[in-house]
């Protein structure tokens, strides 16, 4: 999950994206497209584990699902972090000292996430992680038993069914914080950071500085889909036989006759 960050200045009085500033400023691209469905994939997965995860139930094979969802939509996030174009990177925006030390001054001037949108990003990625590979091997005894349990020692699964719940109260309370910093930037300093990540364009003031954007080549692309969809039919246990093969009975030696 990402967390469109403002590029603005926090000294400034007014947001790029004010009306009172429409006329000084032009719309650069930010977001390539695979960047923004990972995001809404990500949003309507993890949307519906919370959800079906509460229902419970029926509703479980669903939440498994999801949770299977939510791995390989990670694994594609990671390949377009290393591969993928600048602003997507993870090395363009990782919150640096020096970067920490510009946004607080006020003199930080990126595209994309701020240093402390970077923060969330990296924490929720990797919460996602963990969350979802702990599911793999977690088992309610009730209604779900996640694709691997059964081929783990029950006391290791029962261990990581309970790293999943509090993972799980951990997301919850940062997706929380995701929601209102977007509420805050909204009102507060009218600054829109729910529109980029829809459209992919963001309004930057005319003497902002946008680093030059290479094209990323088509192969990245499919390297980071086929990644994404390995892991998701990994994680699925398809590959995996529910339970191991049982060994046939030997067969007694038929007994001699007695003479």
Request: hydrophobic letters at 50%; proline letters at 9%.
């Amino acid at each position: 999950m990402n967390l469109p960050s403002a590029s603005w200045s926090a000294g400034r009085a007014r947001s790029p994206d004010s009306p009172a500033s429409a006329g000084r400023l032009r719309r650069v691209r930010l977001w390539d497209l695979p960047l923004r469905l990972f995001h809404w994939g990500l949003v309507a997965a993890v949307t519906t584990a919370v959800i079906t995860g509460q229902i419970g139930g029926e509703w479980m094979k669903v939440h498994g699902w999801a949770g299977i969802a939510v791995v390989g939509l990670v694994a594609f996030r990671i390949v377009w972090g290393l591969l993928g174009p600048q602003p997507a990177r993870f090395a363009s925006f990782a919150p640096t000292p020096k970067r920490l030390l510009a946004y607080l001054r006020g003199r930080w001037q990126g595209l994309g996430h701020n240093p402390l949108g970077a923060f969330s990003v990296f924490a929720l990625l990797g919460l996602l992680a963990v969350q979802a590979v702990t599911g793999l091997f977690a088992n309610d005894d009730i209604a779900f038993t996640g694709p691997f349990a059964l081929h783990v020692d029950e006391a290791l699964s029962g261990r990581l069914t309970g790293w999943h719940h509090l993972v799980a109260d951990a997301l919850l309370w940062l997706i929380g914080l995701h929601v209102v910093a977007i509420v805050f930037y909204a009102v507060a300093k009218r600054h829109n950071l729910v529109g980029p990540m829809v459209t992919g364009w963001k309004h930057v003031p005319h003497d902002h500085p946008v680093p030059p954007q290479r094209p990323v080549a088509r192969w990245v692309l499919v390297l980071a889909v086929l990644v994404g969809l390995a892991a998701g039919v990994l994680a699925s246990g398809v590959w995996w036989p529910d339970e191991p093969p049982a060994e046939s009975p030997k067969t007694a030696p038929a007994p001699s006759p007695a003479w």
